[in-house]
């Protein structure tokens, strides 16, 4: 079965430091997102991506993130400057249509420490 | 998004059916009923999503309410592998996101 997988699983960073999150959605899918969780909280929606632009992104993705999709398999999150808020496990989406009427595929996500 | 309300958990017996209510009394017609399930901190997984019929795939059965006010996952066979946080996320047909809630923790017990 198709899905979606996140690198790496694990990653520890120093505060101020850039990340990035790998993904490698779906190959027919054409939406991706990323939502985060953090520990013992709600998962929260950060982005959705189609056609290479932002679709919908919320108040958490603020100029510290970015997302790009540099070739034809892998959707990136990046953080430029970690804090320490932004421990979290990050998950990404995707899924064939663009509206939640299509069900989204979640990979298993990367648990980021900042320390 | 229409605001859903959850139990905060529950306990099943394996092998029995689980019975999962959601209440969304603000719902607007445009808005489709989904329940997505997080198992220990995984990736949340599709279940299965209605806008006013009874849905059934072959993870669960959609029980909607013909005014739409509240709605019912039911998991026929419970197993231990279903013990999870289930989400009840009310959404239209052109949003881009989920909006999980706190969900209900659900135990399944041998």
């Known amino acids: 079965e198709p899905e979606v997988t996140q690198t790496p699983s694990h990653q520890v960073t120093q505060m101020g430091q850039e990340v990035i999150l790998r993904c490698v959605p779906i190959?027919?899918?054409?939406?991706f997102y990323w939502y985060r969780q953090i520990l013992g909280q709600k998962v929260e929606f950060l982005v959705s991506?189609?056609?290479?632009?932002?679709?919908?992104k919320s108040e958490i993705f603020d100029d510290q993130f970015s997302v790009e999709r540099p070739d034809g398999s892998n959707f990136t999150l990046k953080i430029r400057s970690t804090k320490l808020e932004d421990s979290a496990m990050y998950f990404c989406?995707?899924?064939?249509?663009?509206?939640?009427?299509?069900?989204?595929?979640f990979g298993q996500g990367t648990r980021l420490t900042v320390v | 998004d229409a605001k859903t309300t959850q139990p905060p958990s529950m306990d099943c017996a394996e092998g029995r059916a689980a019975n999962l209510p959601c209440n969304h009394s603000t719902i607007s017609g445009n808005e489709y009923v989904y329940w997505y399930r997080q198992i220990h901190s995984q990736g949340p997984q599709y279940i299965i999503h209605?806008?006013?019929n009874n849905e059934t795939n072959e993870m669960a059965s959609l029980i909607i309410t013909e005014d739409r006010k509240s709605s019912t996952l039911i998991l026929p066979h419970a197993t231990l592998r279903d013990t999870a946080v289930y989400y009840c996320i009310a959404a239209t047909s052109y949003d881009y996101k989920l909006s999980f809630g706190a969900g209900t923790t659900v135990t399944v017990r041998a």
């Open positions: 989406a995707s899924s064939v249509g663009g509206a939640v009427n299509t069900e989204a595929f």
């Open positions: 190959s027919n899918h054409l939406y």
């Open positions: 991506f189609y056609n290479n632009e932002i679709s919908e």
């Open positions: 209605g806008l006013k």
